[in-house]
């Protein structure tokens, strides 16, 4: 008996050269629809799906594959003498191959016109039943998901007269997995349209990118995917123009350094070394948020990752030119500034559209056996009562200092500090085990620019160590979270020395 394969696609790339070749090698082709059109019309004799089944296309062709005709033709044992008795006493023919994939249902959902009943619509039933059907039974059927196996699928079969049994089994894991990545991305549609925050499940899907070359250290293997219908303004999503290859470090610190400035409406640059800020400017260009970036911290901008919500000009090229950089990110650079930065040979230049961000996304970090879920932290100055406890209310100065380094410091690894001056960051502590310590490494990389200076904190003070530390070093006001039991200490100490202190009552934590 001939061998037999069922056709039915939506992305119908290399489908018909692949089928045409099965067809010189002797393989009858059923087929489906729009499938079995495009089949026909390059000139493949081609089975209706009706005249296997004898039942009709029916309910908009809700119904066409659902019937023990094909799923016994799927799941039959070849071996077993009683599923094969039962194939012939039913007029069973086999089915050796099944090249599926599946609705659109990504590519629909992602219309802006889309609608829920267009949605609903594209949700495929009769495919991933008959991808399962093979997977489970891949002994005897190869199915076939994935347009890039369709030639390592003839070679062997060219070569050997057969699909071998090791590439069926890769086969069938790799339908499963996208039956389940499928299947996961219709549950996280359905599940936002209920509105349900943390569901009973988590089912998620990422899609790879790219294998990377190792992760944090050589000796680790690493990979980069990306998720479907994720945040557009995204590391994820972002074009690289020029330079090698991201490693893992670079993604995690790119990701990083895009975060701060998304946070800024004027022009804003944030220069990130091992994921923490250690420079921030803002301004009225974007030559000149990248010189007060860079004046905050000149020294640890080597080797560094920038990353800016404006168009890179040449000006700003050329500074940029001046120093070693792993990536420059920025929603676009002028062709002078691209003339002038691909000069250097190993450099990243990434473009990411800011004014496509979406802020409402979940975090997900793995732990050993398991996972954390969370909101991004998206709460603006905005969204927070804030409150003057102190004798002194900050100057207008002084407000825009604050609300710049509050910005600034929900970035920062914690324990953590942000002192702020001239729309710049001039010190920040970082990750310390208590927060006087991360105020005094801030204080000391400020040097005499602490005088005058804003400082932020990302948690309230436990003690007023903190903000008598800060007043010795020239700090005039203060933006915390407050809550503490103690924070009428911390509002006394400020006010022995003048400084203004505002409390948010909201805690940016980053760990």
């Known amino acids: 008996m001939n061998k037999r394969a ?18 010189a090698l002797g393989v009858e082709i059923i087929s489906t629809g729009g499938t079995k059109k495009a089949l026909q019309d390059a000139g493949v004799k081609v089975i209706g799906i009706e005249e296997v089944t004898g039942f009709p296309e029916m309910m908009d062709g809700r119904v066409k594959t659902l019937h023990p005709v094909i799923h016994g033709g799927l799941l039959a044992v070849r071996d077993n003498e009683e599923h094969m008795a039962s194939a ?5 023919g086999l089915i050796d191959f099944v090249i599926v994939n599946l609705y659109p249902f990504q590519a629909t959902i992602e219309r802006p016109d889309a609608t829920f009943a267009d949605a609903i619509e594209n949700i495929d039933i009769g495919g991933p039943s008959m991808i399962r059907s093979a997977a489970k039974n891949h002994a005897s059927v190869s199915v076939i998901v994935d347009a890039a196996d369709y030639g390592v699928v003839v070679e062997e079969l060219e070569t050997a007269g057969e699909v071998s049994s090791d590439l069926k089994r890769k086969l069938a894991a790799k339908a499963f997995r996208h039956t389940a990545a499928y299947d996961a991305l219709i549950g996280e549609y359905l ?19 790219q294998m990377l070359r190792y992760g944090e250290n050589p000796h680790q293997m690493a990979a980069f995917y990306e998720r479907p219908l994720g945040n557009p303004a995204s590391i994820a999503n972002a074009k690289q123009l020029h330079g090698k290859e991201l490693s893992y470090n670079n993604i995690n610190d790119a990701d990083a350094a895009l975060a701060v400035v998304k946070d800024f409406k004027e022009p804003a640059v944030s220069v ?3 994921m923490n800020p250690c420079g921030v400017g803002t301004g009225e260009t974007v030559y000149e948020a990248f010189m007060k970036a860079y004046e905050a911290d000149p020294v640890s901008i080597f080797g560094g990752i920038v990353a800016s919500n404006r168009t890179i000009d040449g000006p700003t090229a050329e500074k940029l030119k001046e120093i070693f950089l792993e990536i420059v990110i920025a929603p676009d650079f002028t062709e002078e500034a691209l003339t002038i930065l ?26 050993s056996g398991g996972a954390l879920m969370q909101e991004t932290d998206t709460l603006s100055f905005e969204d927070v009562t804030v409150t003057n406890p102190t004798k002194r209310e900050p100057s207008e100065d002084e407000w825009n200092q604050l609300k710049m380094a509050w910005k600034v410091v929900k970035h920062v690894k914690s324990n953590a ?3 702020g001056k001239a729309d710049q960051t001039i010190g920040i502590g970082a990750g310390q085990m208590n927060r006087v310590g991360s105020a005094k490494i801030a204080i000391e ?67």
């Open 6 to 23: 069922l056709v039915s696609v939506s992305d119908k790339t290399g489908i018909v050269e692949f089928v045409q070749k099965l067809e």
């Open 88 to 92: 012939k006493e039913h007029s069973i």
């Open 191 to 209: 599940t936002k349209q209920v509105g349900e925050d943390a569901p009973e499940k988590l089912t998620i899907t990422y899609n790879r990118k």
């Open 272 to 274: 990130i070394k091992h």
């Open 342 to 367: 691909t000069e250097k040979k190993n450099i990243r230049l990434l473009t990411v559209n800011v004014k496509d961000n979406q802020p409402f996304e979940q975090r997900i970090t793995t732990v």
């Open 417 to 419: 500090i942000v002192l």
């Open 445 to 511: 990389q400020a040097g005499e620019k602490a005088q005058g200076s804003v400082l932020a904190s990302d948690a309230f003070f436990p003690m007023s160590d903190t903000v008598e530390t800060a007043a010795k070093a020239g700090i005039t006001a203060i933006i915390q979270p407050g809550g503490s039991k103690r924070d009428q200490e911390s509002i006394d100490m400020a006010d022995k020395y003048g400084i203004a202190m505002v409390f948010t009552g909201v805690r940016h934590f980053k760990h």
